[in-house]
Antibody
């Protein structure tokens, strides 16, 4: 079955960097775009970024544009979210999610990894 | 950016009752709308996509309707496991993909 496992979260100081990973299995990885979605404590869901199946097209939320980058390695079934210049309002659980068969919905989700930015 | 507004924020109902959740878009999203369920400590789960199509494994008591700017998620008869937070999401115009603020269905 489809499995997405995030890793790399932790507690960091403002201005620091962190690299999240999403390891995928159970489907043809190179055939699907992958998204990152985050959820601040007690808050709703916020879409963060997407990388297309071939890694060519990448889009970001305005709140992270210029600070976050996204990449994928189709030989290792892995997506990375590089987060630089972290701010306290980046504190959230970060989920990776696979696009749905019928478009840019979030068909499958990982369990999430917590990023906490605090001085 | 398309803004999705969900109402009510909280819905207090008893098991067996019917739940009606609303999602309104700031501009037309045609039928490019999904609904998700999220329980505490868990990732969201896709319930409905393209406004009215149930995702695999989703019980028939969940149904979605609407088009354009007004959408409804209906749970025909609440089961104990349905008490959760529900989010709508549009894919009509992006980036960004956007979510509504959520509706919490809690036990009365």
């Amino acid at each position: 079955q489809v499995l997405l496992v995030e890793s790399g979260g932790g507690v960091v100081r403002p201005g620091s960097s962190l690299r999240l990973s999403c390891a995928a299995s159970g489907f043809t990885f190179r055939s699907f775009s992958i998204h990152w979605v985050r959820q601040a404590p007690g808050q709703g869901l916020e879409w963060v970024a997407i990388i297309s199946k071939d890694g060519v097209n990448k889009y970001f939320a305005d709140s992270v544009k210029g600070r976050f980058t996204i990449s994928r390695d189709n030989s290792k079934n892995t997506v990375h979210l590089q987060m630089d210049s972290l701010r306290p309002d980046d504190t959230a659980v970060y989920y990776c999610a696979r696009e749905h068969d019928h478009g840019d919905y979030f068909g499958f989700w990982g369990q999430g990894t917590l990023v906490s930015v605090s001085s | 950016e398309i803004v999705l507004t969900q109402s009510p924020v909280t819905l207090s109902l008893s098991p067996g009752e019917r739940a009606t959740l609303s999602c309104r878009a700031s501009q037309s999203v045609a039928t490019y709308l999904a609904w998700y369920q999220q329980k505490p400590g868990q990732a969201p789960r896709l319930l409905i996509y393209d406004a009215s199509t149930r995702a695999p494994g989703i019980p028939a008591r969940f149904s979605g309707s609407g088009s354009g700017t007004d959408f409804t998620l209906t749970i025909s008869s609440l089961e104990p496991e349905d008490f959760a937070v529900y989010y709508c999401q549009q894919r009509s115009s992006w980036p960004p993909l956007t979510f509504g603020g959520g509706t919490k269905v809690d036990i009365k």
